[in-house]
């Protein structure tokens, strides 16, 4: 088959040797196809040459000239041709080549040729250096709209373009495997994968390029999203799950000290019409950070419970599961429910009465880490899965849970602030609440900047005045480093170091510190003396970027602003300022660069969590916030999830048409795409299909 030679090794192509082949394969590119996925960075206009006489500054042109005054000088090592070209404009320009052995014998004189190349001024002349040529007559590839490719290390734009003219000479691209059925192609007007290749590498018009590239990005984003949505499993029809009476929820919410806000009230009557259904729940709780998501999460486990079922309520980190089992457990036991954890570090005998208690049904909710989705944790009755900060935990890893029962409500909850519509469309089927509205009397947190330079709004000196003011009146605090040691590489300070400032300065503070290298014993101590007000202030890395609840701190120093994103800083933030008291939040700013600024400027305007995140997303592009580490996806070559969000949803809406007809791709005319889909995902997705 013709298609069968894309995939051989581009050391077949004439040009290619061992040297190349290194650095094409360090940047992924192994075989033709790899080599036809390079697309141009941009395209030059070289259909219509200019007149040599209306050149009148320096640039790229494209001239058309007679070959007149050649000269070449050689000796045994070096060699230097000239020559004049002039068009019918009547004016000329100065042509040179060096060690040009080779094209002497290609340029005759007296015949007309195309050039294409930077014209610089020399006293007054007009000259080309190297500029790419052909005969005036030749159908040659350096006239017409000509793909610029970036250059791969040491192989130029212009070797690559060769090269894939070689492909397309001996496999003419429209041998391509098409992947996206036809009917398909037809009812979305989008163009083959050939023809798509073709217009891109070698465009005779512009609109041409354009269908070309919105051929692959709907196709890689249609890959993408039947993909999820294979994955999630949720579109192989009517799904039945357990039935609860989710009304009960409201018991406890009742009980509580508190009243809820508007959209705490909201998404709980989304949940507990979600549990009364037969439909499992599939929501995901979007909420800024202190916006109360966990009482979402008691309030349905509690009803959960009372119907007779179990829930796992999964966190990030060892700290943030024991923390909330210890909140949990203690009103949960009021209630005559039964808690248990499971993290990686407890004694085997606790893991193994907890293990035992679950299977046997006697613990109604288990709190832990992934811990909690290994392949050891037998459910008696598992009526609901919670993960908390969802973000951290990869598609995958949510599906394995929901595997430990047949079709438990999920719901994940999140502190990230995806915009709407980019979370519609990657988190597919699930449904949304969103809170927005905080619990009352919660204050604004005062965020300020302070760098060391001498304009700085507030000094170093006022901030830590300002921390020792609110650590007498009883007060908690934190300091935040990049780091945990010193590094020469890095211009950062680090948690160690601040440590020690912090002891020479406040001797009458009790001090501690907290990094992610210590185990996990250590750190929980030192959590728990926090949490119990016996350590005032805790110098930390990032460890405690999530949820943690310690509504007694009020004040939060950030050294090294520039080295975190937005949305960490946010997360950070969101420490303090938990309780009833006004917090404050410092954010040390060590760089002058504009983005450092503007990123702190921003934090001191907003405390909007969405705001926060679109900003974020100008300043940073989408791969960073919907990053693969962060949800699973994999990544992507030609789409941008927000800048095609309108190929996104349409995408989306065929990929449910697709799998409504064809759940597991069964369907011949859908094999392509399923094996494109698992391509994509590679490990991630592990279809037993
Ligand atoms: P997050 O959404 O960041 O997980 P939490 O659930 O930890 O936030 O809530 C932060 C704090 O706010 C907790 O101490 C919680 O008890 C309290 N809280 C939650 N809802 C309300 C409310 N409606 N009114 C007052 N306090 C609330
Ligand atoms: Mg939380």
């Not at 390079?38 to 001239?63: C, H, M, Q």
């Not at 899965?385 to 599906?399: A, L, S």
Request: hydrophobic share 35%.
């Amino acid at each position: 088959m013709l298609n069968k030679m894309l995939s051989q090794s581009i050391d077949t192509l004439k040009g290619i040797g061992k040297s190349k082949m290194k650095t094409f394969s360090e940047h992924n590119i192994t075989t033709l196809r790899d080599l036809i996925l390079y697309l141009p960075k941009s395209y030059e206009d070289r259909r219509n040459p200019t007149a040599i006489r209306n050149i009148n500054s320096e640039g790229s042109y494209f001239v058309v000239g007679r070959v007149l005054n050649k000269n070449f000088k050689s000796n045994w090592k070096k060699s230097i041709l000239n020559f004049d070209v002039i068009d019918s404009s009547g004016a000329m320009i100065h042509v040179t080549f060096f060690n040009a052995f080779y094209i002497n014998n290609l340029i005759k004189e007296g015949k007309v040729y195309s050039f294409y190349g930077q014209i610089n001024y020399n006293l007054g002349w007009l000259q080309m250096i190297h500029p790419e040529f052909c005969e005036a007559e030749s159908e040659s590839d350096i006239r017409g709209i000509v793909p610029v490719y970036s250059n791969i290390s040491s192989i130029s734009g212009r070797q690559i373009r060769n090269f894939i003219k070689q492909i397309n000479d001996i496999d003419p691209l429209e041998y391509i495997e098409e992947w996206i059925p036809e009917s398909i192609l037809n009812t979305a007007n989008v163009c083959s994968i050939s023809y798509a290749l073709k217009g891109i590498h070698f465009p005779k018009t512009k609109s041409q390029i354009l269908e070309g590239r919105y051929r692959l990005i709907f196709g890689e984003l249609l890959t993408l999203e039947t993909g999820l949505l294979l994955i999630k499993g949720r579109s192989r029809g009517d799904k039945f799950g357990p039935v609860i009476t989710g009304e009960r929820m409201w018991d406890y919410i009742d009980k509580l000290p508190f009243e809820l806000t508007e959209d705490q009230k909201k998404a709980a009557s989304d949940i507990s019409s979600d549990l009364s259904s037969s439909r499992p729940m599939n929501r995901l709780i979007q909420g800024d950070v202190g916006s109360g998501k966990t009482v979402l999460a008691e309030s349905s486990m509690y009803a959960v419970a009372k119907a007779g079922y179990q829930s796992a309520f999964m966190a990030p980190t060892e700290i943030l599961a024991k923390q909330h089992y210890d909140t949990i457990s203690k009103t949960f036991n009021k209630y005559g429910l039964k808690c248990g954890l499971l993290v990686s570090n407890q004694s085997q005998k606790l893991k193994k009465s907890v293990l035992n208690d679950l299977k046997g049904g006697k613990i109604d909710v288990v709190i832990g880490t992934h811990a909690v989705i290994s392949d050891k944790v037998k459910f008696n009755k598992l009526g609901l899965v919670i993960t908390d900060e969802q973000h951290r935990f990869g598609v995958n890893q949510r599906r394995m849970l929901s595997e430990k029962s047949t079709n438990p409500n999920v719901m994940v909850m999140t502190a990230t602030p995806i915009p709407r519509t980019i979370a519609v469309v990657v988190f597919g089927d699930l449904d949304i609440s969103i809170i927005k509205t905080m619990p009352k009397g919660r204050k604004k947190i005062i965020t300020r900047v302070s760098s060391d330079s001498s304009n700085s709004k507030i000094s170093r000196d006022k901030v830590y005045e300002n921390l020792r003011e609110e650590i007498r009146k009883g007060r908690q605090g934190y300091v935040i480093a990049p780091l945990i040691d010193e590094s020469d590489v890095i211009d950062a300070n680090s948690a160690t170091k601040l440590f020690e400032e912090m002891q020479l300065k406040f001797p009458d503070i009790k001090i501690a510190l907290l990094h992610g290298e210590m185990n996990a014993e250590t750190k929980e101590k030192i959590m728990e003396d926090f949490y119990n007000n016996k350590i005032s202030l805790l110098v930390s890395t990032v460890v405690i970027e999530v949820g943690i609840n310690v509504p007694n701190a009020t004040v939060m120093v950030i050294e090294n602003t520039e080295r975190f994103g937005l949305a960490q800083l946010h997360q950070l933030r969101g420490r303090v300022g938990r309780g009833g008291d006004q917090s404050y939040c410092y954010l040390i700013l060590n760089s002058k660069s504009e983005t450092a600024i503007t990123r702190a400027e921003i934090m001191e305007s907003t405390s909007d969590g969405f705001i926060i995140a679109e900003e974020d997303l100008k300043l940073r592009g989408p791969g960073d916030i919907l990053g693969k580490r962060q949800h699973g996806l994999p990544d992507l070559m030609f789409a941008h999830l927000t800048k095609h969000i309108d190929v996104l949803k349409k995408t989306l809406q065929i990929a449910n048409e697709i799998l409504a007809d064809d759940p597991n791709l069964a369907k011949e005319k859908n094999k392509m795409l399923k094996s494109k889909i698992k391509e994509l995902y590679g490990d991630n997705l592990n279809l037993t299909l």
